[in-house]
Nanobody, 127 residues
Framework: RVQVVESGGGLVQAGGSLRLSCTAS????????MAWFRQAPGKEHEGVSC????????YYKDSVQGRFTISRDNAKNTLYLQMNNLKPEDTAMYYC????????????????????WGKGIQVTISS
């Protein structure tokens, strides 16, 4: 069965960096649009970034634009999220998700209709 597993979370100080990884198994990775989501305590679940199946196109939530970089390695079935200049408001549980559709809308619609989800990984930023 399909498994999506996140790694790389942890505790860092404000201004620091973390790189999240997400490995997907039992699916044809290159057939999937991939995305990162997050949910902070008491806040709604939100899309952070998504990437087309080729990796050439990306979309970012405004608050992370310029600080986060999403990428993927289709040969390794792995998605990444490089997070720089982290802020306390980035503290959340981060989730990786996959959507079986190569169509890339180029806007926040890329966060709709995910097929598979990871269990999430905690990212905590101290001030």
């Amino acid at each position: 069965r399909v498994q999506v597993v996140e790694s790389g979370g942890g505790l860092v100080q404000a201004g620091g960096s973390l790189r999240l990884s997400c490995t997907a198994s039992e699916l044809t990775f290159k057939d999937y649009l991939m995305a990162w989501f997050r949910q902070a305590p008491g806040k709604e679940h939100e899309g952070v970034s998504c990437i087309s199946w080729t990796g050439y196109s990306q979309y970012y939530k405004d608050s992370v634009q310029g600080r986060f970089t999403i990428s993927r390695d289709n040969a390794k079935n792995t998605l990444y999220l490089q997070m720089n200049n982290l802020k306390p408001e980035d503290t959340a549980m981060y989730y990786c998700a996959a959507r079986k559709n190569r169509t890339y809308p180029g806007d926040a619609r890329c966060f709709d209709g995910m097929s598979y989800w990871g269990k999430g990984i905690q990212v905590t930023i101290s001030s």
